[in-house]
């Protein structure tokens, strides 16, 4: 998003807060602009949820409800696109065949390639639009199946298990190991900006990392780190880390 569209959509968001007499859905956002909705909810303190479809989506949906309904009342206008996969394809490829047909980034969920299926998640104003228009990726047809929000399932992660040795917890010391490149190209892409951690952006090159921390790279991926408690004969540290593929 650009910062003119997040200050209008944060102005609409407080604007829902001051008048919260029935649920008020949005679209779905990533985990970056979701942690702003919540430094921006807190200060109104009205009730308010974040769901995807399942438990483990990264992208949410957002609802601001009153304080007299129970979360568990929401109806969630979520739906689901399914199908076979007839040819290799990768969450890219679905992605841009939703862009050419004119979906904006904001009406679509998770994209979960599966070694089968795959599955989209989608505001339900486009389920319509979907069953007579998403008919083939690539080039090729494909059978799409509807999928209410009850139906929809959770996809399991895929991701490789590395075990790194760095010097110390810095943060430009330990991306590079990760992700393949040298030293100094890890400060540039922090002070570029390209890397968050816990969704927040970093500038800063001897930010000490811990476990438990998420970081993602802008357009490298994600990657979580699992335990740095292990040190080697020579007293570095030994990272178990979780890199997502």
Wanted: proline share 2%; aromatic share 10%; with cysteine.
């Amino acid at each position: 998003m650009t910062e003119k569209k997040d200050t209008f959509l944060l102005s609409r968001i407080t604007d829902a807060c001051c008048k919260n007499f029935e649920p008020r859905f949005f679209d779905f956002f990533d985990e970056v602009f979701q942690q702003k909705i919540a430094d921006t909810i807190k200060h109104n303190g009205v009730p308010y949820l974040f769901f995807g479809g399942h438990p483990d989506a990264e992208r949410k949906m957002l609802c601001i409800y009153p304080d007299y309904l129970s979360s568990e009342d929401l109806e969630w206008p979520i739906f689901a696109i399914e199908f076979e996969k007839v040819i290799p394809i990768d969450h890219r490829n679905v992605l841009g065949e939703l862009m050419h047909l004119g979906i904006t980034r904001e009406s679509i969920g998770d994209i979960d390639v599966g070694e089968k299926k795959t599955q989209i998640i989608l505001h339900q104003r486009l389920q319509e639009f979907m069953w007579i228009n998403f008919n083939q990726i690539k080039g090729r047809e494909i059978r799409t199946k509807i999928k209410t929000g009850e139906q929809i399932e959770s996809f399991e992660k895929n991701y490789k298990r590395m075990s790194v040795v760095v010097a110390s917890n810095r943060m430009d010391g330990i991306i590079n190991k990760i992700w393949g490149f040298s030293r100094q190209n890890s400060l540039v892409l922090i002070k570029q900006g390209k890397l968050r951690v816990n969704y927040v952006e970093i500038y800063k090159n001897d930010f000490r990392l811990k476990s438990g921390d998420v970081l993602s790279l802008r357009g490298k991926g994600k990657a979580k780190i699992i335990s740095m408690d292990e040190r080697t004969k020579k007293g570095n540290i030994r990272l178990e880390v979780d890199r997502y593929i």
